[in-house]
């Protein structure tokens, strides 16, 4: 089957630079993504987008490329429930990466231990409205009580302006929860304001919450674009990673969030993104949980000591 993309489309960057900022060794690429190809793995008819191709290959290239060790490669909402080319990327990859799904209510037990077996070690919620359609809190919540003992945990993705709407059913959800993106802050508003303050919150009054400190180039406003040799990116973001980081540094991850679907306005170079990371955890001790100790201790507990 041949695809074309949704009109628009920006393309992953290619030919990234070399980081200046060497990541620790081990490092896990928390948060990433692959598409299709489209004619091994057909994206989803209930899609909402239909992004480039994005192949394993590419994706464990731009892993060697920037230094890392692992990914955690998160299912894509344009595959819809269907997750095989997530799976098949880890089962190339050499038990170098994990996954997280997305399953149906309908999903089998056989098939749920079939994707733990395949190394897959949680479920996304998606929240967001142009990504997805409703799904009802019970059928998410029946899923996370199936999905509980098989010792996985839940990512969820939302905007900032949901947050009061979901807090009762994050706070209720019975593993531990990632949270996409810092829930996505308007990084107009100000840090200790009201909005993000209600996230801080969310993380300070339950301990089994985590966030990803990842998209700056998706949350900013004023830039500068991880563009051009650029070291000093994403100004406006890097106040709320900061913030994250050193107020839970045993609960942040880190992900490029390649291929960067539905980026609209320009496509980083995932380089410079590397050499974000500086900016938002300043120390050699808060790298180190945040790009290594943190994703093993979740991802691939049995090698924590
Ligand atoms: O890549 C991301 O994390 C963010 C996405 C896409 C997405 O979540 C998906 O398709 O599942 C977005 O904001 O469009």
Same mark, same amino acid.
């Given at each position: 089957m041949t695809f074309e993309v949704t009109p628009g489309w920006l393309n992953w960057y290619e030919g990234p630079a070399k980081p200046r900022f060497k990541v620790p060794e081990? $490092?896990?690429?928390?948060h990433c993504h692959v598409f299709g190809p489209g004619h091994q793995f057909p994206f989803a008819p209930e899609r909402k987008y239909t992004p480039c191709d994005a192949s394993k290959d590419q994706l464990f290239a731009l892993r060697d490329h920037l230094g890392f060790a692992r990914n955690v490669v998160v299912q894509a909402t344009c595959h819809g429930a269907d997750n095989s080319a997530m799976v098949d990327a880890l089962q190339h990859s050499k038990g170098m990466a994990r996954g997280i799904a997305t399953v149906k209510r309908s999903i089998s037990d056989a098939e749920l231990h079939a994707l733990d077996a395949a190394e897959v070690r949680g479920v996304r919620f998606n929240f967001v409205k142009r990504l997805v359609d409703f799904t009802p809190k019970e059928e998410l919540m029946e899923i996370a009580q199936r999905i509980a003992p098989l010792g996985w945990h839940i990512v969820i993705y939302f905007e900032a302006v949901d947050l009061p709407e979901l807090w009762d059913f994050f706070t209720a959800l019975p593993t531990t929860v990632v949270v996409d993106h810092?829930?996505? *802050?308007?990084?107009? %508003?100000?840090?200790? @304001?009201e909005e993000f303050q209600r996230f801080v919150r969310l993380m300070d009054e339950h301990e089994n919450i985590w966030s990803k400190v990842s998209c700056p180039e998706r949350l900013s406003?004023? @830039?500068? %674009? $991880?563009?051009?040799?650029?070291?000093? $990116?994403?100004q406006d973001v890097v106040p709320f990673a900061k913030y994250l980081v050193e107020r839970f540094p045993d609960r942040v991850l880190w992900g490029t969030?390649? *291929?960067?679907?539905?980026? %609209?306005d320009h496509m980083p170079d995932d380089g410079l993104l590397v050499d974000f990371i500086p900016q938002i955890a300043p120390t050699v001790e808060l790298q180190h949980k945040l790009l290594v100790d943190n994703p093993m201790r979740l991802y691939w507990p049995e090698e924590v000591k």
């Open positions: 081990g $490092a896990v690429d928390a810092m829930g996505r *802050p308007d990084v107009t %508003k100000p840090v200790d @304001g406003i004023s @830039g500068p %674009k $991880a563009l051009n040799g650029e070291q000093q $990116a994403y969030d390649w *291929p960067h679907p539905n980026l %609209k």
